[in-house]
């Protein structure tokens, strides 16, 4: 097999129609080769990569001992993970790429040098600008529409008093109890549309109060099982963990009839485990749908099993990015969120 500076012209043909970033570096972490997408993202050409020192100007300094580390992680033969690296791209700044890590091996097994494979990804400024976006819509929400409910409410109540007695009553009373229900639902809308949990709260108590409001607000059936995990988490790492459950919350609200939704928070030897389920959705309903695979987390309706489509995509990437696993697991009438953060990639 030829070594990346005797690459045949088909391997190197292939490598430039990938639309992925691909290189090859050795043990001191220097660049000996990749692909033409890399040279369109830095703007450097493969020939002008021997420069030993490269990675310095290529990769956001804050994430160069990153970089070495996934390097020497793949040459000791530990397993590939997706990692999140900053790359500094030409009139655009540092742009976040999900890189994953592979040794190549030649003669005797011996790894001569690691493939990284780098695609774009939803970064973590991607989940703060979309927390930003939520609370600029709820804003909106509460200030246009919640409160000429509120004033349409306050003036029907009088009118319901009005005519008790006579024939218009009972249409009266109809009507404020609807614009009752819609201010009701406006406070469901706009909860589900808060940003994330802030960096000074714990996401334990976040949850809880969230979980308390839902049940009495939007009659939710949600049972918390919470322990204390470590403090240690990144702001990221609680970003992250309190998006998948308000996520997984406005996917029970929008369920009718509501199904038992289950909350676990654990500190478990690998790193924090959340596990969110969905017990008894329906099966088999009047107009032939199975409500269970309706869920809008079933990976089953993503057979690449990326998420996309089911509005769960950022919150596996970002999970990949930071060291851990999220998976969605589908059962006969249960639906089974995981998501995994070792407490040691949230330290960062």
Not at 164 to 187: S, Y
Not at 231 to 259: V, Y
Request: hydrophobic content about 40%; some cysteine.
């Amino acid at each position: 097999m030829p070594t990346p500076y005797e690459a045949t012209d088909l391997s190197g043909e292939m490598l430039n129609a990938a639309a992925a970033v691909i290189v090859a570096v050795d043990r001191e972490a220097s660049f000996v080769h990749w692909n033409g997408a890399a040279e369109r993202l830095t703007g450097i050409s493969n020939a002008g990569i021997r420069d030993g020192k490269l990675a310095q100007s290529v990769i956001f300094a804050a994430d160069l001992e990153r970089w070495r580390l996934e390097i020497d992680r793949a040459f000791g033969g530990l397993f590939s993970r997706w990692i999140e690296i900053r790359w500094n791209c030409p009139g655009a700044g540092a742009r976040p790429l999900s890189c994953s890590f592979s040794p190549v091996r030649h003669r005797g097994g011996k790894a001569e040098y690691v493939i990284c494979t780098a695609v774009p990804c939803h970064s973590g400024e991607f989940l703060a600008d979309r927390a930003l976006e939520l609370r600029d819509i709820g804003r909106f929400v509460h200030d246009t529409v919640a409160q000429e409910l509120a004033v349409l409410s306050c003036s029907l109540s009088p009118l319901e008093t009005l005519s008790r007695g006579l024939p218009g009553h009972e249409d009266a009373t109809a009507a404020l109890e609807m614009a009752d229900r819609c201010c009701r639902d406006i406070r469901i809308m706009t909860t589900m549309l808060a940003p994330p949990v802030a960096p000074a709260r714990t996401v334990e108590r976040s949850i809880e109060q969230t979980a308390d409001y839902l049940r009495q607000e939007a009659g939710l059936i949600m049972v918390v099982d919470i322990d204390p995990v470590c403090d240690a988490l990144t702001d990221q790492a609680r970003m992250l963990l309190f998006t998948a459950f308000q996520q997984w919350s406005a996917e029970g609200i929008r369920r009718n009839p509501k199904p038992l939704l289950t909350v676990r928070l654990r500190e478990r030897r690998r790193g924090i485990v959340l596990e969110l389920e969905t017990s008894g959705l329906v099966r088999g309903t009047p107009n032939g749908t199975n409500r269970s695979a309706a869920f809008d987390g079933d990976d089953r309706r993503d057979p690449s099993g990326t998420g996309r489509g089911s509005g769960w995509s950022a919150i596996r990437e970002r999970a990949r990015a930071l060291g851990g696993e999220f998976n969605i697991a589908q059962g006969s009438a249960t639906v089974r969120v995981r998501l995994m953060l070792p407490v040691s990639e949230g330290i960062r």
